[in-house]
Protein backbone atom coordinates (compact mmCIF):
# COMPACT_ATOMS: atom_id res chain seq x y z
CA UNK A 1 0.00 0.00 0.00
CA UNK A 2 1.39 3.48 -1.06
CA UNK A 3 2.19 6.45 1.79
CA UNK A 4 -0.11 9.06 2.03
CA UNK A 5 -0.10 12.08 4.41
CA UNK A 6 -2.33 14.46 5.50
CA UNK A 7 -2.51 17.96 7.22
CA UNK A 8 -2.25 17.49 11.36
CA UNK A 9 -5.83 18.67 12.07
CA UNK A 10 -8.41 17.53 14.20
CA UNK A 11 -9.47 15.01 11.90
CA UNK A 12 -6.35 13.22 11.98
CA UNK A 13 -5.51 14.45 15.75
CA UNK A 14 -6.58 10.35 17.02
CA UNK A 15 -4.00 8.99 14.49
CA UNK A 16 -0.99 11.00 15.50
CA UNK A 17 -1.73 10.66 19.31
CA UNK A 18 -1.66 7.14 18.62
CA UNK A 19 1.59 6.61 17.36
CA UNK A 20 2.87 8.97 19.86
CA UNK A 21 1.28 7.10 22.90
CA UNK A 22 2.94 4.11 21.00
CA UNK A 23 6.10 5.63 21.91
CA UNK A 24 5.41 6.72 25.75
CA UNK A 25 4.80 10.40 24.73
CA UNK A 26 7.92 10.79 22.84
CA UNK A 27 11.33 11.72 24.11
CA UNK A 28 10.12 11.55 27.97
CA UNK A 29 7.00 12.57 27.47
CA UNK A 30 7.48 15.81 24.95
CA UNK A 31 4.44 15.91 22.63
CA UNK A 32 6.67 17.16 20.32
CA UNK A 33 5.32 20.76 21.73
CA UNK A 34 9.05 21.92 22.69
CA UNK A 35 9.48 23.61 19.43
CA UNK A 36 6.06 25.85 20.20
CA UNK A 37 7.99 26.77 23.75
CA UNK A 38 9.30 30.29 24.15
CA UNK A 39 12.96 29.64 25.43
CA UNK A 40 13.11 28.83 29.02
CA UNK A 41 9.29 28.39 29.70
CA UNK A 42 8.99 26.28 32.71
CA UNK A 43 8.62 22.88 31.52
CA UNK A 44 5.53 20.73 32.41
CA UNK A 45 4.46 17.03 32.54
CA UNK A 46 3.60 14.87 29.76
CA UNK A 47 -0.04 15.16 30.81
CA UNK A 48 -0.05 18.68 30.50
CA UNK A 49 2.07 18.38 27.12
CA UNK A 50 -0.27 16.18 25.55
CA UNK A 51 -3.52 18.89 26.39
CA UNK A 52 -1.70 21.88 25.29
CA UNK A 53 -0.77 19.85 21.61
CA UNK A 54 -4.27 18.94 21.37
CA UNK A 55 -5.51 22.37 22.07
CA UNK A 56 -2.49 24.15 19.59
CA UNK A 57 -4.38 21.23 16.75
CA UNK A 58 -7.69 22.43 17.54
CA UNK A 59 -6.48 25.91 17.12
CA UNK A 60 -4.85 25.53 14.08
CA UNK A 61 -1.55 26.69 15.69
CA UNK A 62 0.26 23.63 15.47
CA UNK A 63 1.08 22.53 11.76
CA UNK A 64 2.56 18.90 10.51
CA UNK A 65 2.62 16.71 7.18
CA UNK A 66 1.77 13.33 8.82
CA UNK A 67 2.34 10.02 7.01
CA UNK A 68 0.10 7.53 6.78
CA UNK A 69 0.12 3.86 5.78
CA UNK A 70 -3.13 2.57 5.07
CA UNK A 71 -5.18 3.93 8.50
CA UNK A 72 -1.69 3.83 10.74
CA UNK A 73 0.28 7.15 11.37
CA UNK A 74 3.99 5.83 10.48
CA UNK A 75 5.90 9.66 11.29
CA UNK A 76 5.36 13.46 10.60
CA UNK A 77 7.52 16.56 9.66
CA UNK A 78 6.40 19.03 11.78
CA UNK A 79 6.54 22.99 10.40
CA UNK A 80 5.05 26.25 11.25
CA UNK A 81 5.59 29.83 11.21
CA UNK A 82 8.26 31.89 13.54
CA UNK A 83 5.70 32.94 15.81
CA UNK A 84 3.59 29.25 16.25
CA UNK A 85 7.51 27.53 16.78
CA UNK A 86 9.68 30.20 18.64
CA UNK A 87 11.64 27.47 20.34
CA UNK A 88 14.53 26.20 17.69
CA UNK A 89 17.99 24.77 18.59
CA UNK A 90 20.83 26.85 18.74
CA UNK A 91 18.73 29.88 19.28
CA UNK A 92 21.19 31.81 20.91
CA UNK A 93 23.91 31.55 18.10
CA UNK A 94 21.16 32.17 15.54
CA UNK A 95 20.08 35.01 16.85
CA UNK A 96 23.96 36.84 16.34
CA UNK A 97 23.06 37.11 13.48
CA UNK A 98 19.20 36.89 12.48
CA UNK A 99 17.34 38.68 9.98
CA UNK A 100 13.74 39.23 8.78
CA UNK A 101 12.37 35.82 10.42
CA UNK A 102 11.30 33.58 8.01
CA UNK A 103 7.50 32.48 6.60
CA UNK A 104 8.03 28.83 7.80
CA UNK A 105 9.75 26.35 9.93
CA UNK A 106 10.57 22.99 9.81
CA UNK A 107 11.45 22.06 12.93
CA UNK A 108 11.25 18.04 13.43
CA UNK A 109 10.39 14.78 12.56
CA UNK A 110 9.56 11.48 14.27
CA UNK A 111 9.69 8.21 12.39
CA UNK A 112 7.56 4.98 14.02
CA UNK A 113 10.71 2.92 15.03
CA UNK A 114 9.72 0.06 13.37
CA UNK A 115 9.61 1.65 9.96
CA UNK A 116 13.06 3.91 10.10
CA UNK A 117 15.38 3.04 7.48
CA UNK A 118 12.66 3.04 4.91
CA UNK A 119 12.64 6.99 3.57
CA UNK A 120 9.77 8.11 5.46
CA UNK A 121 11.20 10.76 6.87
CA UNK A 122 12.27 12.01 3.51
CA UNK A 123 8.78 11.75 2.23
CA UNK A 124 7.34 13.33 5.19
CA UNK A 125 9.54 16.33 3.94
CA UNK A 126 8.34 16.65 0.45
CA UNK A 127 4.74 16.33 1.64
CA UNK A 128 5.03 19.31 4.27
CA UNK A 129 6.75 21.23 1.93
CA UNK A 130 3.35 20.86 -0.72
CA UNK A 131 1.52 21.89 2.06
CA UNK A 132 3.41 24.83 2.86
CA UNK A 133 3.12 25.91 -0.72
CA UNK A 134 -0.67 25.13 -0.94
CA UNK A 135 -0.82 27.60 2.01
CA UNK A 136 0.79 30.39 0.85
CA UNK A 137 4.79 29.37 -0.04
CA UNK A 138 7.22 31.93 1.22
CA UNK A 139 10.75 31.12 2.99
CA UNK A 140 11.33 27.93 4.48
CA UNK A 141 14.03 27.74 6.94
CA UNK A 142 15.29 24.25 8.70
CA UNK A 143 18.10 23.58 10.83
CA UNK A 144 19.48 20.16 10.43
CA UNK A 145 22.53 18.26 11.61
CA UNK A 146 25.84 17.55 9.76
CA UNK A 147 27.53 14.42 10.40
CA UNK A 148 29.58 12.11 8.94
CA UNK A 149 29.25 8.93 10.85
CA UNK A 150 26.31 6.66 12.40
CA UNK A 151 24.06 8.84 14.52
CA UNK A 152 20.87 7.54 16.50
CA UNK A 153 17.96 8.22 14.47
CA UNK A 154 16.08 9.53 17.55
CA UNK A 155 19.04 12.38 18.28
CA UNK A 156 18.62 13.40 14.58
CA UNK A 157 14.95 14.79 15.00
CA UNK A 158 16.19 18.11 13.38
CA UNK A 159 16.82 15.93 10.02
CA UNK A 160 20.02 15.81 8.69
CA UNK A 161 21.59 17.94 5.92
CA UNK A 162 22.10 15.60 3.28
CA UNK A 163 18.46 15.88 3.21
CA UNK A 164 17.48 18.73 3.06
CA UNK A 165 20.19 19.30 0.21
CA UNK A 166 18.54 16.84 -2.15
CA UNK A 167 15.28 19.21 -1.14
CA UNK A 168 16.25 22.11 -2.40
CA UNK A 169 17.85 23.88 0.78
CA UNK A 170 20.85 25.77 0.78
CA UNK A 171 23.30 26.40 3.36
CA UNK A 172 22.90 29.79 5.42
CA UNK A 173 25.36 29.54 7.96
CA UNK A 174 26.65 27.69 10.84
CA UNK A 175 24.95 27.82 14.42
CA UNK A 176 26.36 25.01 16.29
CA UNK A 177 29.37 22.57 15.49
CA UNK A 178 26.95 20.21 13.68
CA UNK A 179 24.07 22.54 13.02
CA UNK A 180 22.87 24.77 10.07
CA UNK A 181 20.38 27.40 8.66
CA UNK A 182 19.42 26.32 5.59
CA UNK A 183 16.84 27.95 3.38
CA UNK A 184 14.69 27.21 0.37
CA UNK A 185 11.70 29.87 -1.57
CA UNK A 186 8.40 27.95 -1.91
CA UNK A 187 5.88 29.35 -4.13
CA UNK A 188 2.29 30.25 -3.70
CA UNK A 189 0.33 27.19 -5.13
CA UNK A 190 -3.07 27.71 -3.14
CA UNK A 191 -5.47 24.99 -4.06
CA UNK A 192 -8.66 24.82 -4.07
CA UNK A 193 -10.80 23.77 -1.01
CA UNK A 194 -12.12 20.25 -0.03
CA UNK A 195 -9.51 18.68 -2.26
CA UNK A 196 -8.24 15.46 -0.30
CA UNK A 197 -5.49 13.79 0.29
CA UNK A 198 -2.99 12.03 -2.46
CA UNK A 199 -1.17 8.65 -1.97
CA UNK A 200 2.35 8.94 -2.96
CA UNK A 201 4.55 6.37 -4.31
CA UNK A 202 6.65 5.21 -1.60
CA UNK A 203 9.85 6.92 -1.39
CA UNK A 204 13.00 4.78 -1.08
CA UNK A 205 15.41 4.65 1.15
CA UNK A 206 18.68 6.98 1.19
Not at 106 to 120: A, H, K, L, P, S
Request: proline letters at 6%; hydrophobic letters at 35%.
Amino acid sequence: MPLTSKPLSRDTWPAFARLVEKHNGIFGGCWCISFHLEPGEKRHGAAAYRAMKEELVKEGRAHAALVFDGPDAVGWCQFGSAAELPNIRSKKAYEREAGTPPDWRVTCFFIDRERRGEGIASFALREALREIERLGGGTVEAYPEEYGGKVSSSFLCSGTLGMFEKAGFKKARKIAMHRWVMARRLRNKREAPGRGSVARRRPRAP
